[in-house]
């Protein structure tokens, strides 16, 4: 397999995948806007031969097809499957001795393995301000590192095989870092590295971390699997670059020896600077918050490096791939994970995190006088605290009976959901807790709520194909639009505090419980612009589940509390948006009339 990155991208164009780009492009928001347009188009890599400002190449869009990736991960794909299901499922190698045998022996000949010093990466010493300072959006912070592979190892076990290597943006420049002497880190504190971190700020020490960029694209993937227990990062790059991962210490600091950068330094305790703003996976930026400060140590390329890429924002982008990739290798390690779960889809469309959609298991049944939510809601207690998932602001979830359900099938499964829901019974909230740091839709930063939305059993009704006529006669609510069978959209007046909100939707409620039952549509979206909330499935889970708090945003007809359980008879949604939301994230048209004269014909992307 590759030995490096610059090996990748010359097979890569051979076999058609990839395409140069000569022209001088800068890196200050046109290179992003050339990668989203040709993610969009389901096209090619991209390596940007003359970026302003620097003497290194970059490249983008890796793994940007499901196809490519596959392409890229051939020799290695199967083994590396069997690894990760072995360690879900420790079983198999009594089932199956012989062929297990293969995958320990795979997994063993995958171990790190430390070199001596004087590597090709450490023999050019260079500056922060050297590298490709790629801004991706007009209010991002500055410039920034989207796919480092960031190091750090256990201050109370030193060593590789303690070490964590995990993806989180990087900021280079901008704000108030000291050009060249620092950068910026973005993690949550229970991350592998805020673990690290936390440790040394115990012993009172700084945590030594490294940076890498480039190297094997194997190298990449590794800082973002969600790896079963006991298999480290290290050893699954190398198991999936088909060759060790190699390392040396130098001035007391890890470093790859087949990346094309290494950026060195030290976290300080108690060290903090504002980081931010960052277009994100949400579709909005991540606001300036305080994040600690990494004071830079030396900085590293390799004779001829590349700078690898990817542009954030709302989805899908390059990281929906990555998304995709991870789960096919790691298979059915959810299942493994939490007894019961059949499946777990975190919605790309919503951003990921803040909508799940999971079937479980219902085998408390044959114990009760009706069907109805017992087993699944068990499981959804796990779901949200299992590592990622426990982001989650909601959680739909259902259990199959005679009909296969497909949580990827996503508006035939919410309106399999809908059909049988009991708001009066099937809504459970989780109030005063924490959400996603990148969301703001809460009460603060990492504060907000989260509702598990359980149905099971027989069909209750059928959905609406169209609005009820009494979503026509509401006044400043109005412009009402069917999404999908049973869900409609509403426009409402725009949103200017809490409590005129509660008043509006109080009246709202009033106004359609006052003209009598309306079963065959159980939700009802209340937002700014109800054709754009309407024209697609996606903007309807992106607008609805990115701006909305469950605990202050979700409203009822006929809404009542018994015995502290919240239900009604229709459910309202209030997705607009409101003045504590991030600000979304919007194209600079003069930056997108720019790149145009590289997909004119006969330019290199003319033929996109």
Request: proline residues 7%; hydrophobic residues 40%.
């Amino acid at each position: 397999m590759y030995r490096s990155l610059e090996e990748c991208i010359v097979e890569l164009e051979q076999h058609g995948h990839l395409v140069r780009i000569r022209e001088e492009v800068d890196p200050y928001l046109e290179m992003a806007a050339i990668h989203m347009k040709v993610y969009e188009a389901g096209g090619p890599a991209l390596l940007f031969e003359n970026v302003k400002g620097t003497k290194f190449r970059a490249v983008s869009n890796l793994f940007g097809t499901m196809e490519r990736s596959k392409f890229i991960f051939r020799n290695t794909w199967e083994s590396v499957q069997d690894v990760v299901a072995l360690r879900n499922d420790p079983m198999k190698a009594l089932r199956n001795p012989l062929k297990q045998v293969a995958t320990g022996l795979a997994a063993w000949k995958a171990l790190p393995v430390k070199q001596a010093g004087g590597q090709p990466v450490t023999l050019q010493e260079i500056s922060i301000t050297d590298l490709p300072q790629i801004q991706h959006w007009p209010m991002d912070g500055g410039a920034f590192i989207t796919l480092p592979q960031v190091y750090s190892e256990d201050p109370d076990k030193p060593g590789i095989m303690n070490s964590n290597l995990g993806m989180y943006r990087v900021q280079l420049s901008g704000n108030d870092y000291a050009a060249n002497r620092e950068i910026g880190l973005h993690y949550q504190i229970h991350r592998g590295i805020g673990i690290h971190q936390a440790k040394a700020t115990k012993r009172g020490e700084p945590l030594k971390v490294s940076i890498f960029v480039g190297g094997p694209p194997a190298h990449t993937l590794s800082a973002v699997m969600p790896l079963p227990e006991g298999l480290s990062e290290m050893t699954f790059a190398g198991l999936l670059a088909g060759r060790r991962f190699r390392y040396s210490y130098v001035d007391g600091y890890c470093i790859s020896n087949d990346a094309d950068f290494v950026i060195t330094g030290e976290i300080y305790p108690g060290e903090t600077k504002p980081e931010g703003p960052f277009g994100d996976h949400l579709g909005y930026y991540s606001l300036v918050h305080p994040f600690p400060l990494m004071r830079v140590h030396k900085v590293y390329a390799k004779p001829n490096a590349i700078w690898p890429f990817t542009v954030v924002g709302r989805p899908p982008q390059e990281d929906t791939s990555f998304g995709e990739l991870i789960h096919e290798l790691t298979g059915d390690a959810i299942q493994s994970e939490i007894p019961g779960v059949k499946e777990v889809h975190a919605v790309d469309a919503a951003g990921v995190h803040p909508l799940l959609f999971a079937i479980g298991s219902e085998r408390y049944t044959p114990y009760q006088k009706v069907k109805q939510p017992s087993e699944m809601l068990t499981i959804a207690n796990r779901i949200l605290g299992t590592n990622q998932l426990s982001l989650a602001k909601y959680v739909f979830i259902t259990a199959e009976e005679e009909v296969p359900l497909d949580t990827h099938r996503e508006a035939d499964f919410l309106m399999y959901i809908l059909e049988r829901i009991d708001l009066r019974r099937d809504v459970h909230f989780y109030t005063n807790t924490t959400i996603d740091t990148l969301d703001y839709s809460g009460t603060g930063l990492n504060e907000g709520s989260k509702a598990v939305l359980a149905a099971y059993g027989d069909k209750k009704r059928d959905l609406c194909k169209e609005p009820p006529d009494v979503l026509t006669r509401l006044g400043e609510f109005a412009n009402p639009r069917l999404v999908m069978p049973g869900v409609v959209a509403l426009e409402g007046p725009s949103y200017t505090t809490e409590a005129q909100a509660q008043q509006e939707f109080r009246a709202l409620s009033d106004a359609i419980a006052a003209e009598g039952p309306m079963p065959s549509c159980p939700l009802i979206v209340v937002c700014d612009d109800s054709r754009f909330l309407s024209d697609n499935v996606a903007n309807f889970l992106w607008a609805t589940f990115t701006r909305s708090n469950p605990s202050h945003d979700m409203h009822g007809v006929n809404s009542s509390t018994e015995h502290k359980h919240w239900g009604c008879d229709n459910l309202i949604i209030d997705a607009r948006i409101k003045p504590h939301h991030a600000p979304p994230l919007e194209y600079d048209p003069a930056v997108l009339k720019r790149i145009e004269r590289l997909f004119v014909k006969g330019a290199c992307l003319g033929s996109l």
